[in-house]
């Protein structure tokens, strides 16, 4: 069984609980009406307040499901570009699942 593909809507936390928003870098492939994200597509942790920030975070990908020649971001794992601290996938979309 797969894991979901993460969606522009997708609900993303870092380690410290700050929401983050993620931009999808292509609007042509969707999943359940909403632009999947590709890896590389940058998910930016909103106003965060202390001294070691978790500004981005880099998303697991699929390894066999492309859109746009870039691998699909999955819900296995994310992590704080930063510092590395594990960030936390809240809610995503559950039709769409790849490996």
Same mark, same amino acid.
């Given at each position: 069984?797969?894991?979901?593909?993460? %969606?522009?809507?997708?609900?993303?936390?870092?380690?410290?609980? @700050?929401?983050? %928003?993620?931009?999808?870098?292509?609007?042509?492939?969707?999943?359940?009406?909403?632009? @999947?994200?590709?890896?590389?597509?940058?998910? @930016?942790?909103?106003?965060?307040? %202390?001294?070691?920030?978790?500004?981005?975070?880099?998303?697991?990908?699929?390894?066999?499901?492309?859109?746009?020649?870039?691998?699909?971001?999955?819900? %296995?794992?994310?992590?704080?570009?930063?510092?590395?601290?594990?960030? @936390?996938?809240?809610?995503?979309?559950?039709?769409?699942?790849?490996?």
């Amino acid at each position: 069984m797969g894991s979901p593909v993460l %969606t522009a809507v997708s609900v993303l936390v870092c380690a410290h609980g @700050i929401p983050a %928003t993620a931009i999808p870098g292509s609007a042509r492939a969707m999943a359940s009406g909403v632009p @999947i994200l590709c890896t590389g597509d940058p998910v @930016i942790v909103n106003a965060y307040p %202390t001294e070691s920030p978790c500004i981005m975070l880099r998303l697991a990908e699929s390894a066999r499901v492309r859109a746009s020649g870039r691998p699909l971001a999955i819900a %296995t794992t994310a992590v704080s570009v930063a510092n590395g601290l594990p960030a @936390i996938i809240v809610a995503t979309q559950q039709r769409v699942r790849v490996q």
